[in-house]
């Protein structure tokens, strides 16, 4: 009770120093006394990607660890400090997320930190103005690329963030800009085209591997990022084992092509052989007959009759006549 009537006196008063009292008076007087001491809060910063927007900060120097921080915005319309209630007690290291406290996109707004232990509090350190459609960063739609002959196909996926009731995240992009680099020899161009959720890049190289990245441009903001570059072939690329396949395969056709040429020479060789084996024999017959009339010579004549051929044959002929021929 006395202590109540005390502080009652004490916040009434102020920091009387006649105030007389015990010693719980003294301390509040003490605490009282000194003025607003914690080091302020530094680097009070408004960040924004794809219209979230986030609140960092840094402690100043030497402020106690059990200290914690407070966040306020402003709304430049209504010109009164506000405090956001998710993020009244934040500590060091944390980051507020004002993606609801700054929900008009078209308003401009300030954020200021203050740092707080027991009842003692630092002055408050303010951040620039930021103007959530203008100040946002937009990143890249999610995309996948594949193959489709001469051509790629892109599918496209925007974040589905509402911005407004009635305006989401793709309504604030101009065009999808699409950087195509030929992976071979580093060839690239660049293709404007309005958001949709597939787009066709034409007249490709078949079998040819591409890499694209993708940014948008848009109206409200000149403040966007690049996707990481994706890579694919216009149409499956010869693939190393069918290679392998193709050379083998002529490989065992020229070996096949070689030996049937060889057994054709050889067939033509051992053809010709019997020729000049026949052949005398044969004229030697011409001559007997012409000498004797009566003489019979059954194996020779057997051979004129099957070499008869010879005269106009083709190797193959040879080959084949070789074949039922018998000078012995
Ligand atoms: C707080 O602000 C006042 C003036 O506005 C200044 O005199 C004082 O040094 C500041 N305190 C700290 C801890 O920065
Ligand atoms: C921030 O808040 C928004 C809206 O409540 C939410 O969609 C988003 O995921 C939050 N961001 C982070 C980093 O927590």
Redesign the pocket.
Known sequence: MELWILLLLHFHLGNAPWIEGGEEAERLNLTILVPPSLPSPSNVLISSFNM?H?LSFLPGALTPSDAHFTVQILRSRKNLWRTVGVCAELKAGQTC?L??ALKDPYDDYKARVQAVALNRTSNWTVSGWFQPLTDTVLGPPAFSVSGCGNCLMLQLRAPT?TVLPKLQLQDLYGDVVFHVRRTRDDSQFRLHQPYKEEIVIPHLQPGVEYCVTVTVTSFTTTHTVSSKPQCAFTSPPPPRHSLYIISSLLGAFCAVAFILVGLVMYGSRLSFKLLKYCLPKSLLYVFFQGQHRSGALPDLSRCVSASQPHDRGSSGRLRNTSKGLDCR
Do not use: G
């Open positions: 979230e986030t997320n993606t609801k963030q």
